[in-house]
């Protein structure tokens, strides 16, 4: 997911244009990834999600967005303490008195749930505990499902990908489904995962429509291919017994697409940059192993992103599954997270 955040500078001024409703453009504008690790006083690493810092003429903003599948009623704090870890970055003094600048802040769900307000909020109050005295504290809300269709196609396009997760949540319920026989189950999860092969191939044709417009950059496409081939994998992960070849079709498809038309694209510039007619099949192969490194690469965030569905996941967690560099040993990690009851079930099996 967060390399949505490393795409070139026009489709993420957009992807901050249509989430916080700035109207940056790329003519006079330059964006700067920040740095998103955080170590507590306590020692232990945080890691959010992304820090953004735009850049116009004098004026400097910093945006931070979290993505999340589900409502956690701790999202409210651990948005405060990326937020304060953030602004204690960039403390400056005005008018000799020190100034905490928190960033524009947002959480963009993406499952559905009606029960999800438009924003988070808490109070912080502080001593003597009256009215003067209480801050009042609120992260505005995205939800995935509420964005209309245009606004995917004019500024939102980085968050296409995510429609690969859109059957997640279907397929959850039927699983729990007490109603069904297991004959029925299987069917139907089958039905919802050839239902997300079809919005695989119907997103990326609306990205390449997107990449033809001059919106973003080959790089930019590519990394959209390996999100969506992260989100496939987690679903295959979760999923696989109901359609073993589910993930095989997945890889047969982003392959065939992006290659076929990214490689016509780079052809053309290529032609036009009078560079070498060797380039092209180069460019083939290097999507092909990027989307397979993307793979690789995705999966120590999708044995978080399995926890996290079971309960809370400290950061310690976290930071020992991030530092996992063997690939064997993290898709035993997704299988066993994948088939936990509990996080504690989790790390219990990998310590044995």
């Not at 044709?205 to 790089?219: A, C, F, N, P, V």
């Not at 007619?277 to 092909?288: P, S, T, V, Y």
């Not at 690469?297 to 926890?307: A, H, K, P, T």
Request: glycine share 4%; aromatic share 10%.
């Amino acid at each position: 997911m967060k390399l949505l955040f490393s795409l070139s500078d026009r489709p993420t001024l957009d992807l901050l244009n249509g989430l916080f409703g700035e109207t940056f453009s790329i003519s006079d504008t330059k964006v700067i990834r920040g740095s998103t690790e955080f170590v507590g006083s306590d020692l232990t690493t945080a890691y959010a999600d992304s820090l953004l810092v735009v850049l116009r003429e004098k004026e400097q903003k910093k945006y931070h967005v979290e993505f999340q599948t589900y409502d956690d009623h701790s999202m409210i704090i651990r948005m405060f303490e990326y937020g304060y870890q953030i602004a204690k970055q960039g403390m400056e003094k005005d008018l000799q008195q020190l100034v905490i600048r928190f960033p524009h802040q947002l959480v963009l769900y993406l499952e559905r749930d009606d029960s999800i307000q438009d924003e988070l909020s808490c109070v912080i109050e502080l001593p003597p505990y009256e009215e003067p005295d209480r801050l009042h504290y609120k992260v505005p809300v995205k939800k995935f499902w509420n964005i209309k269709p245009r606004q995917f196609q004019t500024q939102l396009y980085a968050l296409i990908p995510f429609h690969v997760f859109a059957s997640r949540k279907e397929i959850l319920d039927i699983i729990k489904d007490k109603s069904i026989t297991s004959v029925q189950r299987t069917e139907l999860v089958h039905q919802e995962l050839l239902k997300v092969l079809r919005i695989i191939e119907s997103t990326h044709e609306s990205l390449i429509r997107i990449r033809d417009e001059g919106k973003m950059e080959l790089d930019d496409l590519d990394k959209m291919v390996t999100v969506t081939a992260n989100l496939a994998h987690h679903l295959y992960q979760k999923f696989y017994t109901y359609f073993e070849s589910f993930y095989e079709e997945v890889e047969t498809m982003l392959t065939s697409l992006i290659n076929h038309e990214a490689l016509a694209v780079k052809k053309k510039e290529a032609w036009q940059e009078g560079m070498e007619r060797g380039r092209q099949e180069g460019i083939k192969e290097g999507i092909k192993e990027g989307i397979e490194q993307g793979v690789e690469q995705g999966l120590s965030e999708f044995v978080i992103d399995s926890l996290d569905e079971l309960g809370p996941v400290d950061d310690a967690l976290k930071e020992r599954v991030r530092s996992v560099k063997d690939i064997q040993q993290l898709k035993t990690w997704g299988k066993l997270a994948a088939r936990a009851s509990s996080v504690e079930e989790f790390v219990r099996q990998i310590e044995q």
